[in-house]
Nanobody, 123 residues
Framework: HVQLVESGGGSVLTGGSLRLSCATS????????MAWFRQAPGREREGVAG?????DYADSVKGRFTISRDYAKNTMYLQMNSLKPEDTAMYYC????????????????????WGQGTQVTVS
C-alpha cells in the first residue's frame, strides 16, 4: 500500500527558499516514477518536476527548483530557490508504478498515488 505525505510548505518572501519533503511508504528503489505537481486556485494542476530515468522540470522552474530522492529515507524532496509570487500554490507529490507509466511525467492523469498537499505562499 502506497502512502505519500508532504511537508515543508509555508509562507516566504519573494527570492526566498523552501524545501518540500514527501515521505513515502510502499515506494522502494526502482518501483515507482515520482513527481511534484502544484495547483493554484482556479488553475489546472501542473507538473513541476519529475524523476523517471532522469530528472526533468517545467520550464517555469528550471534553474530554480531541484528534485531529488533519498531512498534510504524513503523521501523525495523539492528544493525551491528564488521563489516568485507565481510559485504560490498547493504542492503535491505523486507516484506511479513503473509498469503503468506512460511516459508523460508532467501529466496528472499518469499518477495513481497522491499526497494531501502542502501550501506554498510567496509574497
Amino acid at each position: 500500500h502506497v502512502q505519500l505525505v508532504e511537508s515543508g510548505g509555508g509562507s516566504v518572501l519573494t527570492g526566498g527558499s523552501l524545501r518540500l519533503s514527501c515521505a513515502t511508504s510502499g515506494v522502494t528503489y526502482g518501483t515507482h516514477v515520482m513527481a511534484w505537481f502544484r495547483q493554484a486556485p482556479g488553475r489546472e494542476r501542473e507538473g513541476v518536476a519529475g524523476i523517471t530515468y532522469y530528472t526533468d522540470y517545467a520550464d517555469s522552474v528550471k534553474g530554480r527548483f531541484t528534485i531529488s530522492r533519498d531512498y534510504a529515507k524513503n523521501t523525495m524532496y523539492l528544493q525551491m530557490n528564488s521563489l516568485k509570487p507565481e510559485d504560490t500554490a498547493m504542492y503535491y507529490c505523486a507516484a506511479d508504478p513503473w509498469g503503468e507509466y506512460g511516459g508523460t511525467w508532467y501529466s496528472p492523469s499518469e499518477y495513481k498515488y497522491w499526497g494531501q498537499g502542502t501550501q506554498v505562499t510567496v509574497s
